[in-house]
């Protein structure tokens, strides 16, 4: 039997619904919104295309032909985004590097990057790699000659990891696609006459495909500096919406981060959901408990290294018979898409960079969460150093088995709260500082925390 609606029930639907986005809105800043509108499908279109002119990006490429090779394009980056406004600190972060595996001769490698400075030193980065590589067979007969197979049957013709230097590698997608995203919220975020607390670094990394070459340099110079680096957005192969399997989803895109589950990589990953969705509701983020997909890598996990808290942005549906090949070109891009994950990018860092650092929940002494059962013995009762800026604190919580924050409340301006009979033990508990304009920070967890600047044992694959 079919059940029909009544006229009231309908209304107390729509008007609940009406009710429910009217308070979002609210939440939204619209500085943020309008930033976020000013992302131009046209400029990264215009970008990628001349990017692609180069012929080829890879690392071992020409560095004084004038339109052609790594050089070039390096040079046009730079003047590129010097040239979106003063406001710009633009340079080459420059490496000697000696010939060592995928680099068969001595080479100097440049990282272009933008800083646009907030009025706190600490950084977010927004970033791609605009160095490009070209292999027979591309990446689908890498992932052939990768996959398990009958020891009975003939191998697979080798793969060349290093084809001829000056070979056409268009390169639009790996990783064009990230570099138009860092280059074109260059000129959006430099442009927007906000003024952000943190510092925000667009950054173009170069020897990805050499095994996370300039990610590595750069996160190695940040760590021995002591540079604060609170969130890595790295963007690399974002722009393409048809699977090399006929499915084509242009409504989402993939955050790949770093466990274990409450690391600093994942809380990032829970923000750029949390936040993304908010300021582009019509595109979803899928988020991704692992560090990268099977035998591939990405300039995050560099970053991640060196303690760094870093999420790899990845389309939902790749094409492998376009990557690392010659048709890696402009016409397997969708524009429409690239421009919506540029904006999820975009509304992700913006949030980040006007929102309060994050608080700190550990003990000064010792490191440990400050988080007892207070004052009955049986309750949850946390407490956290105050973030300069802040004028509340939300505190966010779910049951020690699930993934996703689940409850959240607003508290004021305090540093301790008690949360009467909620056990501990039962569930994961965090806090972020939220500042006049309600800007949250990342959420810091209670649990024993990753030092900063410990290099995790394991070893990403190269670059992809
Ligand atoms: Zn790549």
């Known amino acids: 039997m079919k059940k029909v609606m009544s006229g009231v029930a309908f209304l107390t639907l729509l008007f609940g619904f009406s009710g429910t986005l009217a308070a979002q809105q609210s939440d939204l800043d619209p500085r943020i919104l309008k930033l976020v509108q000013s992302v131009s499908e046209d400029r990264l279109t215009a970008i990628l295309k001349k990017l692609e002119s180069f012929g080829t990006r890879s690392t071992l490429s020409s560095q004084d032909k004038p339109d052609r090779g790594i050089g070039a394009a390096r040079q046009w980056i730079f003047d590129e985004m010097k040239s979106y406004s003063p406001k710009l600190q633009v340079s080459f972060d420059t490496y000697m590097v000696a010939k060592q595996g995928r680099i068969t001769r001595d080479v100097e490698v440049r990282n272009v990057m933008a800083v646009l400075p907030g009025k ?5 980065y927004v970033s791609g790699h605009y160095d490009s590589l070209a292999r027979a067979g591309g990446q689908g007969a890498a992932n052939a000659a990768a996959a398990p ?6 191998a697979p013709s080798p793969v060349d990891p290093n084809a001829p ?16 995203v860092a280059i074109e919220l260059a000129r959006v975020f430099s442009q927007s006459g906000i003024d952000f607390d943190a510092t925000l670094v667009f950054m173009c990394h170069v020897g990805e495909e050499q095994g996370l070459l300039g990610a590595k340099l750069h996160a190695e110079k940040a760590a021995t500096e002591k540079i604060r680096i609170d969130a890595v957005l790295n963007n690399d192969i974002v722009g393409n919406d048809k699977g090399g399997n006929g499915i ?9 981060s770093e466990g274990p589950e409450d690391s600093p990589s994942r809380e990032l990953a829970r923000f750029v959901q949390r936040w993304g969705a908010r300021y582009v509701p019509s595109h979803t983020v899928r988020l991704m408990a692992r560090p ?8 995050h996990s560099a970053y991640n290294q060196f303690g760094f808290p870093a999420v790899g942005f990845r389309e939902s549906r790749e094409n492998f018979t376009r990557q690392h090949d010659v048709r890696d070109t402009f016409e397997g891009i969708s524009p429409a898409y690239l421009a919506q994950n540029a904006r999820v990018n975009a509304a992700s860092a913006a949030s980040l960079a006007l929102a309060p650092p994050a608080p700190v929940v550990n003990s000064e002494r010792g490191g440990q969460p400050m988080i007892g059962r207070q004052p009955s013995g049986y309750d949850a009762n946390l407490r956290w150093t105050a973030s300069p800026g802040a004028v509340a604190y939300r505190i966010f919580w779910r049951e020690a088995w699930g993934p996703d924050w689940q409850h959240d409340v607003l508290v004021g301006n305090v540093t301790q709260v008690n949360l009467p009979g909620m056990q501990i033990d039962d569930f994961v508990f965090g806090v ?20 900063p600047g410990t290099p995790v044992k394991t070893v990403p694959p190269p670059g992809g």
């Open 432 to 451: 972020a500082a939220v500042d006049a304009e309600g800007h949250e920070s990342l959420v810091a967890p209670y649990v024993t925390p990753v030092r």
């Open 149 to 154: 197979r009958d020891p009975d049957a003939p």
């Open 120 to 124: 706190s030193p600490r950084r977010i």
């Open 292 to 299: 990268d997909r099977f035998g591939r890598g990405g300039d």
């Open 248 to 256: 084509i989803d242009g409504a989402t895109i993939r955050v790949y």
């Open 165 to 180: 230097l000056d070979n056409v590698a268009p390169g639009v997608n790996d990783d064009g696609s990230g570099t138009s």
